[in-house]
């Protein structure tokens, strides 16, 4: 694996809030085109990690890589990298006022200064690929908490970013809803965007991760392909924590 394969990496980050040490030494690799699932245990750290790959937070050791660039080093515009990354969380938290179109289209004119025109024809495009040209028009109260968090994926993915990260998108929707925005995740994977997911959707990771980090108290303490990960766990940890997972499906 070369370094131009890379979109984003870590090496040793370790993040500590007070008396309490979240992250405690983690090191791992993105390839662009890969599809990398994070699952754990609540308070284990996952969504930390993310916000630290995110750069919106800083570790307080370790490395982070973008695009094989060393980002604490000197002469790096963080604001330039982080508009490369997208963001998908548990809420879209989209704007009330404005229609699924305006939403998506936003971004487009504040941050990559398009014309209103130009915004609004990449906003109905990227919609379509999350199948909701159907709904441009509509409020974010006029759509299901699915089609919100379909919104909230176009708004990440219309920025053509180099990485989207999701932290639980769908942690907060009702099985069917979920399905539908797992579904949109699955064909984004298959189409190449190169993504680093929390998730507990373990049919998700079944079908589409290249790999499978476990994460408990701070550490990546199992790491594996999603076939053997989910199947041979190797660590008592994983395997009550998958065994749990799995009742529930
Ligand atoms: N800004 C913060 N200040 C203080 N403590 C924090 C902060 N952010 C997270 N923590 C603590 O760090 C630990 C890890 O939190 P984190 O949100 O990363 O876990 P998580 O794995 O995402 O959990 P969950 O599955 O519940 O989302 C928790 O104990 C949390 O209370
Ligand atoms: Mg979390």
């Known amino acids: 694996m070369s370094m131009d394969d890379m979109i984003m990496a870590c090496t040793d980050i370790h993040k500590r809030y007070?008396?309490?040490?979240?992250?405690?030494?983690?090191?791992?690799?993105?390839?662009?085109?890969?599809?990398?699932?994070?699952?754990?245990?609540?308070?284990?750290?996952?969504?930390?990690?993310?916000?630290?790959?995110?750069?919106?937070?800083?570790?307080?050791?370790?490395?982070?890589?973008?695009?094989?660039?060393?980002?604490?080093?000197?002469?790096?515009?963080?604001?330039?990298?982080?508009?490369?990354?997208?963001?998908?969380?548990?809420?879209?938290?989209?704007?009330?006022?404005?229609?699924?179109?305006?939403?998506?289209?936003?971004?487009?004119?504040?941050?990559?200064?398009?014309?209103?025109?130009?915004?609004?024809?990449?906003?109905?495009?990227?919609?379509?690929?999350?199948?909701?040209?159907?709904?441009?028009?509509?409020?974010?109260?006029?759509?299901?908490?699915?089609?919100?968090?379909?919104?909230?994926?176009?708004?990440?993915?219309a920025m053509d970013p180099d990485i989207i990260l999701f932290d639980e998108p769908t942690a907060s929707l009702d099985i069917e809803l979920t399905w539908e925005v797992i579904d949109v995740m699955k064909e984004l994977s298959r189409q190449g965007i190169t993504m680093l997911v929390v998730t507990h959707e373990i049919g998700f990771a079944k079908e589409v991760a290249d790999w499978i980090y476990f994460m408990d108290h701070g550490k990546i303490i199992e790491e594996n392909t999603p076939q053997e990960l989910i199947y041979n766990p190797k660590t008592q940890r994983a395997k009550t924590f998958l065994s749990r997972l799995l009742e529930g499906t």
Do not use: C
């Open 18 to 157: 007070g008396e309490l040490e979240v992250l405690k030494g983690i090191t791992l690799n993105i390839e662009k085109g890969s599809t990398k699932v994070i699952i754990g245990p609540s308070g284990s750290g996952k969504s930390t990690l993310l916000r630290i790959l995110g750069l919106l937070e800083e570790p307080d050791k370790g490395k982070v890589y973008f695009e094989g660039i060393d980002v604490y080093s000197e002469k790096v515009d963080l604001n330039k990298l982080r508009s490369k990354i997208g963001f998908v969380f548990q809420e879209p938290s989209l704007f009330r006022h404005l229609t699924a179109l305006d939403n998506v289209a936003l971004g487009l004119r504040v941050v990559l200064k398009l014309s209103k025109e130009e915004a609004r024809k990449k906003a109905l495009e990227t919609l379509k690929m999350v199948h909701l040209e159907r709904w441009a028009d509509h409020y974010p109260a006029q759509l299901s908490g699915g089609q919100q968090q379909r919104v909230g994926i176009a708004r990440a993915l």
